[in-house]
C-alpha cells in the first residue's frame, strides 16, 4: 500500500523551498555571510579547540598528548586558582553595586532633569576611549609621587596614598576606574529603559498620593526590571573578565592583591605556556558565568514584564 503525501504537506514543501530560494532571501544571507564568518572564525572555532586543548597537557612547544580530566583535578587542588576566584568575586563586589546605584541614579536626573544629547555624549564619552588609555591615564594621575590625585592630597595638606600599591587599597582603586569608564554608558542604557516606562503611571501613582520615594521603589524599579537584569548580567560577566586595567596598572599585585582569574589564566596560557591548563581555568570560569546568569534570569523573571 502507497501513501501518497497529503496535498498541503506538499504545499507547506513548496512554499518552504520558494521562500528559501528566492532573491531576497539570498540577499539576507549575504549580509549575513560576514558575522557569520567573523562569528565562527573569531569565536565558534576559538572556543571549541579552546575545549579540546582544556582535556591535554598543550605547551605550544611539545606535542598535545590527551590526559582526561586531569587538568580540571588539578585546578580544583590549586590554592592559587581560589585566591584568584576569591579576588575576582571581591572586584565583583566592589564594582557592580556602585556602579549599578550611580547609574540608576544618573539615569533618574537625567529622565526628570534634562535629556540634552551634549549631556549623553559626556557621559558616554568615558566609555568610548580605550580601556588602555584609560588604564594608563588612571596609572599616571594615581602615582604616589607625581600624581594629580597626590598632589589635590598634599595640597589639602593629607598624606600622600598609594592607591595601586597598597594591598589594602590596589582592588578598590581597579574597581573606581572602571566604575569610571563605565557607569555612563551603564546609565544610559538605564535612561532608555526609563524612556518605555508609561507617563500615566506617574501621574496614577501622584493621584494615589505617592510620594516620589515610594513612586521611584513601586513604579519605576519593577517596570524597569528587564533593562536592569541585562544590566546587571552584561556587567558581571564583563567584571569577571577583567583583565587590561590589571595588565597596565598592578599586573596582579601587589602581593597577588589584584590577581584576578583572567590574569590567572593569561599566566598560565602565555608565561608559563601551558596551554592546557590555562584553556581548562577557562572553561571552569564559562561554567560560572553561566550558572550565574542562569541564576539570574530565573530569579529576577527576565523573559517577563510588569508592563504585560
Known sequence: MTINPSPSSNTRTSNWLKMWTKGETWLAYLFILPGLVGFLTFFAIPAVRGLLFSFTNADMVSEAQW?????FENILKDENF???LAVTVQYVLLNIPLQTVLAIGLAVLMNRLTQNML???VLVLPWLIPNV????????????????????????????VPFLGNPSSAMASIAGINIWRHVGYTALLLFAGLQT???EMYEAAAIDGATEVRTFFAVTLPLLRPVLVFVLITSIIGSF????TIAITTKGGPVDATRVIYWYIYNFGFERFKMGYGSAVAVILFLILGT?????????RANTSDLD
Open 292 to 300: 550565574i546568569t542562569i541564576i539570574q534570569l530565573r530569579l529576577s
Open 119 to 121: 549631556v549623553r555624549g
Open 241 to 244: 573578565q577583567i583583565f587590561d
Open 197 to 199: 516606562i508609561p507617563k
Open 133 to 160: 588609555v584609560v588604564a594608563l591615564l588612571w596609572l599616571w594621575m594615581l602615582d604616589p609621587q607625581l600624581g594629580l590625585i597626590n598632589q589635590i592630597l598634599t595640597t589639602l595638606g593629607m598624606d600622600r
Open 67 to 71: 590526559i582526561g580530566t586531569q587538568n
Open 82 to 84: 581560589w585566591h584568584s
